[in-house]
């Protein structure tokens, strides 16, 4: 496992993500790499990843208030497995629950 993850983040196997357009590699200096940046076929693409990389954070958001989330994500989901549309329940736990997580963050 510790040989695997050593190649899966290796500097070679991130130009490779990049170039293909598979996906962000978990370096910047692959970023940084002109020699990798050139053989990137989608420009415009490039640029937003690189500049999303200035203000990304690894890992995911911080939620503090997580199980006012649970309940009212998990409310969603059952409502969706008895029947409900899945696009309105979900959009009803996001408006439940941005308030909530808006007052979190000013804490």
């Not at 500097?11 to 370096?27: D, E, N």
């Not at 006012?68 to 629950?97: C, M, N």
């Amino acid at each position: 496992a510790y040989l695997y993850c050593q190649w899966a983040v290796s500097k070679a196997m991130g130009a490779r993500l990049l170039q293909s357009g598979g996906g962000v590699p978990f370096r910047n200096s692959i970023l940084n790499d002109e020699t990798v940046r050139k053989g990137v076929k989608n420009q415009e693409w490039l640029d937003s990843v690189i500049a999303s990389a200035k203000i990304s954070k690894l890992g995911l958001p911080v939620i503090i208030p997580v199980a006012e989330f649970r309940d009212l994500v998990g409310a969603g989901i059952t409502a969706t497995l008895s029947g409900a549309d899945p696009a309105t329940e979900l959009k009803k736990a996001h408006d439940q629950f941005r308030p909530i997580l808006e007052r979190s963050e000013k804490t």
